[in-house]
T-cell receptor, first 118, second 106 residues
Framework: QVQLQESGPGAVKASETLSLTCSVSGGSLSGYYWAWLRQPPGKAPEWIGRIFYSGTTDYNPSFKSRVSISVDTSKNELSLKLTSPTAADTARYFCARQGLSLGYFDLWGQGILATVSS | IVMTQFPATLSVSPGERVTLSCRASQSLNSNLAWYQQRPGHPPRLLLYAASTRPPGVPARFSGSGSATEFNLTISRLQSEDFVLYYC?????????FGQGTKLEIK
């Protein structure tokens, strides 16, 4: 059974980079897109971007050039980096699986709360 | 694509049937998913392609609609159904969610 687990610092300062990792267990990264989404407290989820297991990426333009997603197939992990975070980036961050040619997310990690302070 | 869900909150009684609505700012064909979210948990996929249930989702959850108007119907509400529901479009490559509808017990 495939499981996703996010990890990383729960708190980051506005001058730093928010860095999170998603470990995938029970299955391979191959054949799927892997996405990052976030959900500010009390709000709807927001799609940040996705990566194919080969490394091809797509990002939500609302994040401009602040975000990057990478994959390490040897470790079965994907990573998210968000530069110049502000308090508005405080949210629970989720990694999720998206099937090829599909646009919905059928498997989610539990998420990790990242708080940005000044 | 902007997704609008209404109402924001619905008060209904256990055992009743309820319909949640989701509207898209442009046609999605049938590229719409519904999720259920319990407090402290990630969203759980309920329906995709507007009306298809993944394995393990109870038959009391059904979906309808196409283009810009979609509905999620829950028949015979059970206590665990009184949580948050989101719709999500995947017609556009930038995936977007509605603001959610919360079901509360009347």
């Amino acid at each position: 059974q495939v499981q996703l687990q996010e990890s990383g610092p729960g708190a980051v300062k506005a001058s730093e980079t928010l860095s999170l990792t998603c470990s995938v267990s029970g299955g391979s990264l191959s054949g799927y897109y892997w996405a990052w989404l976030r959900q500010p407290p009390g709000k709807a989820p927001e799609w940040i971007g996705r990566i194919f297991y080969s490394g091809t990426t797509d990002y939500n333009p609302s994040f401009k050039s602040r975000v990057s997603i990478s994959v390490d197939t040897s470790k079965n992990e994907l990573s998210l980096k968000l530069t110049s975070p502000t308090a508005a980036d405080t949210a629970r961050y989720f990694c999720a699986r998206q099937g090829l040619s599909l646009g919905y997310f059928d498997l989610w990690g539990q998420g990790i709360l990242a708080t940005v302070s000044s | 694509i902007v997704m609008t869900q209404f109402p924001a909150t619905l008060s209904v009684s256990p055992g009743e049937r309820v319909t949640l609505s989701c509207r898209a700012s442009q046609s999605l064909n049938s590229n719409l998913a519904w999720y259920q979210q319990r407090p402290g948990h990630p969203p759980r996929l309920l329906l995709y392609a507007a009306s298809t249930r993944p394995p393990g989702v109870p038959a009391r959850f059904s979906g309808s609609g196409s283009a810009t108007e979609f509905n999620l119907t829950i028949s015979r509400l059970q206590s665990e159904d009184f949580v948050l529901y989101y719709c999500q479009q995947y017609k556009d490559w930038v995936r977007t969610f509605g603001q959610g509808t919360k079901l509360e017990i009347k």
